[in-house]
């Protein structure tokens, strides 16, 4: 497991940017942590990083947001009310990930038994401050090397 900090919003885009340079993909981001840790700001730092230039919202009532840019597609789903496998499938979950995209997936704890095996977890836990934040990611091989 890596563990690091950001302190600010525009600190955990960095921290998504330079994580975003590393991926290959498929891969899947699985995002565990409360309401207001940060996800959809990470995603944000995600698809900059990927070369995406556009304007990344929380897909909490879509379930899914797709996003596209000249290599590779991002889609940024929310798992918060998917509560069955049929929940799953239906959203697109698999097929998006079997066309060789980065899936970012917000409240990854309902779907975790579906989670494929190259998927990096990352845990966030409110900072010291109001907005500083802890990250801890776990799995997909070189994490190690996403602070570089």
């Given at each position: ?20 340079k590393k ?9 565990f ?6 996800k959809?700001?990470?995603?944000k ?16 009532f879509?379930?899914v947001?797709?996003y596209?840019?000249?290599?590779v ?7 918060y ?20 995209a980065?899936i970012?997936s ?12 190259n998927?990096?977890?990352?845990y ?15 799995g997909?091989?070189?994490y ?5």
């Open positions: 497991m890596f563990i690091t900090k950001t302190s600010s919003v525009e600190e955990t885009e960095e921290l998504a940017q330079r994580v975003a991926l290959s993909t498929p891969v899947v981001i699985a995002f942590g409360g309401l207001g840790m940060g959809t700001a990470f995603t730092g995600l698809a900059k990083g990927l070369g995406i230039d556009c304007e990344v919202t929380s897909p909490t879509a379930i947001h797709e596209h840019g000249k290599k597609s991002l889609y940024h789903f929310d798992m009310r998917v509560e069955t496998w049929d929940d799953l499938y239906s959203s697109g979950f698999f097929d998006y990930y079997r066309e060789g980065v970012s917000e409240w990854s704890e309902n779907i975790e038994n579906a989670l494929p095996e998927t990096l977890r990352v966030i836990e409110r900072g010291e401050t109001e907005n500083g934040r802890i990250f801890k990611f776990e997909y091989g070189e190690e090397n996403f602070v570089c």
